[in-house]
């Protein structure tokens, strides 16, 4: 199954997350098939906080991808900033 999920980046005390489409079984920051935005949670100053990609979070939910709950209140927070 094809989730779309976070993948965690950053430095130690410094988390920084891609959100990836990728296949379930893949390891959390493993290999991944699309990186469609970020999530940047320690962003300051004129930094972006978030950034999504709706048309290929669309594209890949139309081919039967799945948002883990995180994703989805990220995305949902992102439209109703946008």
Do not use: C
Not at 10 to 22: D, H, L, Q, S
Not at 48 to 70: C, N, Y
């Amino acid at each position: 199954m094809v989730v779309i999920r976070l993948a965690r980046g950053g430095a130690k005390k410094r988390p920084f997350f891609n959100i990836v489409v990728t296949d379930s079984r893949a390891r959390r920051d493993g290999r991944f098939i699309e990186r469609v935005g970020f999530y940047n949670p320690v962003a300051a100053g004129a930094e972006q906080p978030l950034r999504v990609a709706f048309d290929r979070i669309e594209h890949w939910k139309s081919h039967g991808a799945q948002l883990s709950p995180t994703v989805e209140r990220l995305v949902t927070q992102a439209k109703a900033a946008a």
